[in-house]
């Protein structure tokens, strides 16, 4: 019995050497789900029917891919000993991330140099026409965000739920 009891409390040693590798890879793998998550959610989305002005930004997909090219998928390491901190950002520095994301206020307002291009029936925002311009918010007061990062939080928990129980089972073993 004092084998088996040696043995096990030795497996547990390795495992508690190999934890912090482990954790570092479901924690980068559930961010990385998190990212695909808020990109699916983020404009532009197919079918939405968004209506017949659709912006550039809309069109570009800007927004969208800076979720991948911001986003710090691999774990940062800070403290030592028995308190290690693993960090991951979903980050996206597009400026008006944040006005899709929660909503915002929409006040009837006229931008000067903005204008439906006739050829291609996109929004497009010329700051140096101020021959052209729109007045804006006249028919909705408060533009309903989109909550991509919402999105994104449940897809994280079950994907670093999963695989702590399936790696540290393996380490376990």
Do not use: C
């Not at 983020?42 to 570009?60: A, F, M, Q």
Request: net charge positive; glycine share 12%; hydrophobic share 35%.
């Amino acid at each position: 019995m004092a084998y088996t009891l040696m043995a096990y409390l030795g497996k547990l040693q390795r495992a508690r050497a190999d934890l912090p590798q482990v954790i570092a890879g479901a924690v980068e793998e559930a961010t990385v789900a998190a990212v695909d998550a808020v990109t699916e959610a983020t404009p532009p989305k197919s079918g939405t029917g968004r209506g017949p002005y659709i912006g550039e930004n809309t069109v570009t997909g800007a927004l969208k891919a800076a979720w991948k090219t911001d986003s710090e998928t691999k774990p940062g390491v800070t403290g030592s000993g028995s308190v290690v901190t693993l960090s991951t950002r979903l980050v996206n520095r597009v400026p008006y991330a944040s006005y899709v994301n929660d909503g915002h206020r929409m006040d009837r307002h006229f931008v000067p140099g903005l204008y439906i291009d006739p050829e291609t029936g996109i929004l497009t925002m010329d700051p140096g026409n101020t021959d052209v311009g729109i007045v804006v918010g006249t028919k909705t007061p408060y533009v309903k965000g989109e909550f991509m990062v919402d999105k994104g939080k449940e897809p994280y928990r079950k994907t670093l739920g999963s695989l702590l129980g399936v790696k540290v089972r393996e380490v376990l073993t």
